[in-house]
């Protein structure tokens, strides 16, 4: 069992969770997520560790409430217990040591981009990161990545930051010269957009990918993405790929394979409305 | 009780298992095979002549002394059953459902050269349930704590084999389970009609009764690694099995609708998708083909038409003989309605606008010679393509060595396929790490698994003896 230590409402629908799991605190690496279930005859869900304390011995989990199992675990309160986290899975994220780094995060990607910026940092490279959200209250993270560098917030409606998505702020700093690196985590549009941005310039560009899985082990093969016209299972040789080379269309295609149903069992959860946030 | 002649013995004819109607558990997940009332059973083991030198055991992979065993059945000593065949064997209630006894045990039988082998399968079955029921009755004993610590990875079948074994023997034994549930493949992969899973959780609560610890959600090669686990214990067990599934390799596979036969089977089973109430989703379409001839293309058939498939058809490119599914699984499988596409090889699947499955084009094939396997090798006959209508595709065609423990330890010696290389003795390259199960000998069955389990248990015993003499 795993209590849930602190809790935090960062957006409309995004929360915190600060979990005890003194093992996977000490040695998780930027990249590298967990696979959660509740309690008994939950889900398994994957979700990116977003930070860690290991002198606490928790770890961060950045929760976005989209269908029936993520919402019961938003609803969770401090003091209570997660049954079941495994992990860390997925390969650590490949890093510079040196140059210069973007971090480009839409919505609930920012949480993943934080601790790739963290682990950028301390190996010593320099940080830009740019962020975005529908408006003000969608923004997430700011100042956990101002601590790492310089910050570029970006809103569609110009609520906050610059008016607009992240790809215009991206294009800019890729026209000033000088980015080694493009690190892109969102919603799979705003990866496919930046992967294309950059290919012109041949700048490499790392993306998460957030397929379907189950076991997180290689087990299932639920998780197949398209890189590079092979076949790659995400949670074993991900979940971060090459972003030029991304089948983006099957990635999309395949998270829809479960819409009906899942659109069925929000539904019929208990508390699907409880909080409200069936009316966002 | 009187003896009874051979005579009376010979005049018995074999029993038959009463099972659920297969109109009516085509529709169920309750278990299919009810198991033998008492009286049956012991009519059933007095068929068994006791040979002098009982040729039946020495078909069994953990060498249950089956004869013994039986002969006790016969005499209605149901405790000196179960604590010779517990003796013998840790998850008799599952071997006694799982096992292919007629290829194994059975098959040796004296009384199958003139008639029908005396039903090994089902007196274990019974032997072992009677057990459950009357855990009070029997007590194991433990060695004395012999102060050694042994690492298990993997609580599937060769897992929870060991780990009995070893704690038997005093040592102190801790299982590590990458899931949130222990058991393995008896858990994630056979499903709740041919093994429920109140039954393994039974077996493996009277392992833990004899010390033996289980930690669940532990990835090792992610959450520990093997030479961290090398340091803490005294002796190391890999029997993580053979998790990584096999694909087709042909056009459409990531259409929506194809499945792996671990993927489809852990929604169902291990996350109990077939429960309205469980959170995991499954797709639930009309019309089902799963690829491939053993026990999970059987296992996956019979769950997509239990999940309310109206149609399901295996597809297999070679006959009904060749099939390396246990008899009476094609034979459940036929009577709840499974349709047989043999002699059919898939090479394409179709999908729609939309990329959802909605058929499977394969070729005809015909036998040839021989293989190295010594089965007729299918060669496809040309221009024979057909298509078989479905709206998904379930791909069991085995599994193969899943590296993630390996890949993080290159010292482990791996042969071409990814497996594991062991000694005679089921030690690895590294000393002190055994190995055995699926992740040695590739994608094989429960008891296989098992016997490597009993039989490395004794080796890492005699090990652990030899390096204390060797430190005095």
């Given at each position: ?14 929360t ?32 990116t ?90 923004v ?22 610059r008016k ?117 | ?26 529709a ?5 095979n ?14 068994c002549?006791?040979?002098k ?9 953990v ?55 005396v ?62 549930q ?6 994630y ?13 039974q ?25 961290e ?14 998790g ?24 169902v ?16 379409p ?27 058809a ?36 179709l ?41 998904m ?5 085995g599994s ?20 594991i ?28 698994a ?14 652990l003896?030899i390096?204390?003499?060797s430190?005095?």
């Open positions: 069992m795993h209590k849930i230590v602190a809790k935090a409402q960062l957006s409309p629908n995004v915190r969770l600060d979990v005890e799991a003194p093992r996977l605190a000490e040695i998780r690496r930027a990249g590298q997520f967990v696979i959660v279930r509740r309690g008994e005859g939950s889900e398994r869900i994957p979700l560790i977003a930070d860690s304390n290991s002198a606490s011995g928790t770890i961060t989990l950045i929760i976005q409430a989209v269908g029936r199992s993520t919402r019961e675990l938003v609803a969770m309160e401090p003091g209570e217990a997660i049954q079941d986290v495994a992990g860390p899975l997925g390969h650590p994220t490949e890093l510079i040591s040196s140059g210069h780094a973007v971090c480009v995060g839409g919505g609930v990607g920012t949480a993943v981009v934080h601790p790739i910026a963290q682990a950028l940092r301390r190996a010593g490279a320099r940080v830009t990161s740019v962020i975005g959200g529908r408006s003000r209250e969608w997430i993270m700011e100042p956990e990545l101002r601590l790492l560098g310089e910050v570029v917030v970006c809103t569609d409606d110009g609520s906050y930051g607009g998505f992240v790809t215009e702020a991206t294009r800019e700093l890729l026209a000033a010269g000088g980015v080694d690196i493009v690190y892109a985590i969102g919603p799979v549009p705003m990866m496919r957009a930046i992967a294309n941005l950059t290919r012109p310039f041949g700048v490499r560009t790392i993306v998460s990918l957030n397929p379907v899985m189950v076991d997180g082990t290689g087990m299932c093969g639920g998780c197949r993405v398209g890189v590079g016209n092979e076949t790659k299972f995400a949670c074993v040789d991900g979940p971060e790929f090459d972003g030029h080379l991304v089948d983006f269309d099957l990635l999309s295609d395949r998270l829809t394979t479960y819409r009906e149903l899942e659109q069925a069992a929000t539904a019929c959860a208990p508390g699907a409305c409880r909080v409200g946030l069936n009316k966002i | 009780m009187s003896k009874i002649t051979v005579k009376e013995r010979l005049k018995i004819n074999r029993q038959t298992m009463p099972e659920q109607l297969a109109t009516i558990r085509n169920n997940f309750a278990e299919v009810l198991g033998l009332p008492e009286q049956v059973a012991i009519m059933e083991a007095q068929r002549l006791q040979c030198e009982p040729k039946c055991m020495s078909g069994c992979p060498n249950v002394n089956i004869s013994q065993f039986i002969d006790f059945v016969a005499q209605g000593n149901m405790p000196a059953a179960a604590l010779s065949l517990l003796g013998d064997n840790a998850l008799p209630a599952v071997t006694g459902r799982v096992c292919p006894q007629e290829t194994q045990c059975e098959c040796e039988c004296v009384r199958g050269f003139k008639g029908l082998p039903a090994i399968g089902y007196l274990e079955r019974y032997v072992a349930d009677w057990a459950r029921g009357h855990e009070d009755q029997l007590s194991t004993s433990v060695a004395a704590p012999t102060g050694k610590k042994i690492a298990v990875i993997g609580s599937g079948p060769a897992g929870l084999t060991a780990a009995g074994e070893l704690a038997k023997l005093g040592h102190a034994v801790t299982v590590y389970e990458a899931l949130h222990p058991g393995g493949v008896l858990v992969g056979i499903p709740e009609f041919r093994l429920p899973k109140a039954i393994v959780a077996e493996i609560e009277r392992l833990q009764r004899l010390g033996v610890k289980i930690e669940c959600n532990i990835i090792v090669g992610r959450t520990y690694t093997l030479p686990l090398k340091e803490r214990f005294d002796a190391v067990f890999i029997a993580n099995g053979a990584l599934p096999t694909f087709m390799n042909i056009p459409g596979e990531n259409l929506k609708g194809v499945y792996s036969a671990n993927e489809y089977l852990t929604r089973n291990l996350m109990a998708a077939y429960d309205p109430d469980a959170q995991t989703p499954v797709l639930r009309a019309r089902a083909a799963v690829v491939g001839g053993g026990n999970v293309a059987m296992d996956a058939a019979r769950t997509a038409k239990r999940m309310g498939a109206q149609r399901v295996i597809v297999y490119r070679r006959g009904k003989a060749e099939m390396p599914a246990r008899a009476e699984e094609v034979h459940h499988a036929e009577q709840e309605g499974i349709e047989f596409e043999l002699l059919s090889l898939p090479v394409e699947i999908g729609s606008e939309n990329r959802w499955v909605t058929g499977l084009k394969c070729l005809r094939m015909q036998l040839g010679e021989p293989d190295a396997s010594g089965r007729c090798r299918p060669e496809p006959i040309p221009g024979s393509e057909f298509v078989v209508e479905c709206d595709v379930i791909s069991a065609l193969r060595a899943n590296p993630l423990l390996t890949h993080t330890c290159p010292d482990l010696k791996l042969d071409k396929r990814g497996n290389m062991v000694d005679d003795k089921g030690m690895t390259s590294i000393p002190g790490v055994f190995a055995g199960g699926d992740i040695v000998r590739g994608a094989a069955t429960v008891i296989l098992m016997g490597d389990g009993k039989n490395t248990a004794k080796a890492i015993n005699d090990y003896r390096v204390q003499v430190r005095i």
